[in-house]
């Protein structure tokens, strides 16, 4: 069976770089990466021009924007207009980085305080739709990644996102979905794959302790060919986190470097080799 | 291979009842287990003579206490003083519960604000130590369990856990290992329960989206197979919580009481069949 | 999900009982099974009336016939000849016996003897086609189980029956994959399951060391899951052996008969439950 | 973890270079093994001389005897004569080959035609007690192997190995286990290598389709861990088979060559450097 030609990059908030976009692709560049998820937002400091010319410095593709400090911990913060004007930005901001897509799953911290899980999911899906409306405007797509109970109150197995994708009537939500999230959430996941595969957007590789393939205990292989079997053409990324580290510690010192990329380029040849 | 007789018990908070003991004492009856771990701290609420005789009317053990609510959020709340204040309280309300035992994993909640790693252990071994003359001279024992990255910032690891243990001189800390957190932070649970077996003073069965046994996709029956190989013979606690509810809320109607019934019927059925 | 009510019957053969249709029919009602698939053929002594009228009498499903005493050992006897007059009276017998399908898998012994692999796998080909014809003729479905290499000298794995199948132009083989004999052949019996899914006839039930659900350590639930997401609607057989006993003795005395019937029941049990 | 450096051979019979002493010694030098266990016997063409010489112009360690050839088809002459003397033979070749070793397990097939399994055993017994006094004064350790159900009729599971090792009593077996066998034969084999890991003497490397590592489905990191945790420090032969070559076939042209080449580099590679 032969692997479709995925484009695999890196979630850039797992090198702690977002601040200096040169070093960030420099070193995407270096772990033989053909792109990056970018994890900053409008306000973290590098415009859109400054990260694209470092992209494209190093032939880099840009393969989503996922804002890794979107969420608001103050329920005071969390109202409609502050998720709609801040995710408005950041659909704004994508399209002036020529980025084909968003990631939607941080508005998760934007109902975290309502009082139900149910007015909790409305919220959710009216959000969806507004910002579907103005991602399609800007011929933005959106996805929506299951996320452990721990990182987020709503929407944490495949199944909840394809609920979710079905109740938002103004975008088409492509799934995302994360072996380390996975291997919490659901009871199989290569049956979570395999249902949710004509829905799939993304794929994102961390093994059970969030460090590289074969540092936990999941199944690389059989998740592998469950894709290769739909024949998912889509994004994959990478998402190491040293597993001293976690939950979400970007490496601290030279040594952590070195493993750090010792880790994400044994993934990277495993995915790559296992063809 | 015949299986040690091992008390197997509840951790309460799962059911949301500490401030009732007799509605929970009544619960673990009806469930079929033989005790429980009482969750509940000396500021709970129901006093020591109401939970015993709860206990006692039941004819149910009481197997540990750890306190749920021992954590304090608040940076400025986590002094030294307070730490060891508050602990000191809890080995005094086990001994007058004639509790055995005091899990002291909460105190990592209390280091959560030193600025380094190594500020944080060292602190933590100091607590142990000081705790460690007092649960002596109370007659307790004290055991500190391995839980995941979410919920404790050190500690997370059998083999950190063991860390801990070889570096307090005035207790002789036991292990407590649990599937659930096992699942996200071990390469290998089986082999961490056999490697620290000689250490191990309790064993936590929740699946790996924290359902009962079945639910999720944790080899129970391995775990176990190593548990009899082993000989342990300590309490066993079923720690669970329907998925939907993750990370930590007990069932809110009738409908998710009877699953978690169910689930706790099974898990139990699950690991006194297999004997 | 909802499991399909696939009929659940027994390899007649496993129980040792092809001569005596009365006794094989009330154990297997006994076993709270829907029905079988008979080992025996026209010369194994009982006539069709007889096994039809014990089936009858138990309101026990005809499922299949798969002749265990089909293979013939001895060079000079394995003929083109003998192999197809054999079938051909094996589907006649079947027909007499209102059988749906006929299993032609013990034709790999009847092309043991050639030179070579390729010259093997024609002959079986031009085997299957003749067969075909005469199947098409009396209304008779074939198919092909996928065994280990131990018992057959060809088409061990469900590639490799889904390559005879193309080949085979006479009829339409439907192909029967078996949990024991995957767990030999298949580098993923789960993919296995799913990529032929389209062409799946049956599904046979035997855990790695050929006992009943959970005696070995086959993944009987991620199987169960794949066949559940495929639809799948066929009959399911189970086809257990004691591993004491292996690799193909029926029970020798009451301690058997009572463990196997144990085996049995409960792999009945966790299939139909798990739905 | 520090893995102990273990000598790593390849059962020499799935070269099929047995006849020829310096061909299979240059294959195993260029694979880069340390040595093998060698599959011929006294009848099979090569002296001991001719032998000693391939290995010792190579630097390849001699890491056992155990003759492929040994068993004997025919009832008519599996008489305990046969038995003993052929075994005997074999004992004295390896003497005089300076090998340390002489693996027993083929006395299995001159059981096989015993009437019952007890007499099966006790016969078993009785040879192993008698080789034992001969090898003792030869200087040489006897090792069994629990082989699965299809290669022998006797001793499959590492427990019956196990209890036939307390029986003998002039001979202190050494138990071999292999992960092929294991994957059919034991209901968990990391639990098996563990429990018997005091006895434990050898153990081999296939996958569970006798391809290499990673061709099936075995989890060798497991075994790999059980294996150091109990500080396992004997040899360990690969033993590999083509998939499609199975059950025994060594490698017919340029191409199986080259792919059993392929897997047994990449399976020492996996061994040697997960230390």
Same mark, same amino acid.
């Given at each position: 069976m032969k692997h479709p030609n995925n484009p695999i990059g890196i979630c850039s908030w797992t090198l702690g770089l977002d601040h200096d976009p040169a070093a960030l692709a420099a070193e995407c560049a270096d772990l033989g990466l053909d792109g990056l998820q970018y994890s900053g937002d409008h306000r973290a400091g590098p415009t859109a021009a400054e990260i694209r010319r470092a992209l494209d410095d190093h032939g880099l593709k840009l393969l989503g924007l996922d804002p890794?400090? +979107? =969420?608001? =911990? *103050?329920p005071a913060q969390t109202s409609r207009e502050g998720a709609i004007d801040y995710y408005r930005r950041v659909i704004d901001f994508a399209a002036e980085l020529e980025c084909p897509r968003v990631a939607l799953q941080g508005l998760g911290s934007w109902v !975290?305080? *309502?009082?139900d899980a149910d007015t909790a999911r409305a919220r959710l899906v009216e959000y969806c739709n507004t910002l579907g409306t103005h991602a399609h405007d800007a011929g933005m797509d959106l996805v929506y990644e299951a996320i452990n109970r721990y990182e987020s109150p709503v929407v944490r197995t495949a199944a909840a996102a394809r609920r979710l994708r079905d109740d938002v009537t103004e975008a088409k939500l492509g799934l995302v979905l994360d072996s380390f999230h996975m291997n919490i959430e659901e009871t199989d996941p290569e049956d979570a794959l395999e249902t949710h595969g004509d829905a799939l957007a993304g794929y994102h590789i961390a093994d059970s302790? !969030? +460090? +590289? @393939? +074969?540092?936990?205990? @999941?199944d690389f292989g059989a998740q592998r060919r469950v894709l290769d079997r739909i024949g998912f053409a889509g994004p994959i990324m990478i998402e190491i986190v040293l597993p001293e580290n976690g939950p979400a510690t970007p490496p601290v010192d030279d040594d952590q470097w070195a493993a750090l990329r010792r880790q994400v380029r044994y993934s990277l040849d495993f995915w790559r080799m296992n063809g």
């Open positions: 890794y400090y +979107g =969420a608001s =911990a *103050e !975290r305080h *309502e009082t302790n !969030r +460090g +590289g @393939i +074969g540092v936990g205990h @999941i």
